[in-house]
């Protein structure tokens, strides 16, 4: 996946989310790029790769809460909230 530079992100915060992306499965990577960099609707990329409608959206959301995670951790910043309880949840480590 070659993602080109946003304008808006710096060469460090484009590189910080390029090591995140790194943790991504191929499927979430493909789905955020379409969304992101492609500017395609969930619809047009549920069409694209086979899924319903709420199943690209729920595959979207998790790439994005598993970015969040990522992000935050490099940042030394504590994850808290929904993002948290799905990473804990997905990692083993809830109680």
């Given amino acids: ?3 080109k530079k ?3 992100l ?3 915060q484009f590189g910080l989310l390029c ?3 790194a ?3 191929d499927k979430q ?3 955020i790029e379409m969304r992101f960099w ?3 609707s969930i619809q047009e990329i549920a069409k694209r790769i086979g899924l319903s409608w709420q199943s690209t959206d729920a595959l979207i959301e998790s790439a994005i809460n598993h970015l969040r995670v990522r992000l935050l951790q490099h940042a030394g910043l504590p994850v808290r909230g929904k993002s948290a309880k799905i990473y804990q949840l997905k990692n083993g480590l809830a109680a």
């Fill in 1 to 3: 996946m070659l993602l």
């Fill in 6 to 8: 946003p304008a808006s």
């Fill in 10 to 12: 710096s060469q460090e």
């Fill in 19 to 21: 090591e995140a992306l």
């Fill in 23 to 25: 943790y991504l499965s």
């Fill in 29 to 31: 990577k493909a789905v």
């Fill in 38 to 40: 492609q500017d395609m």
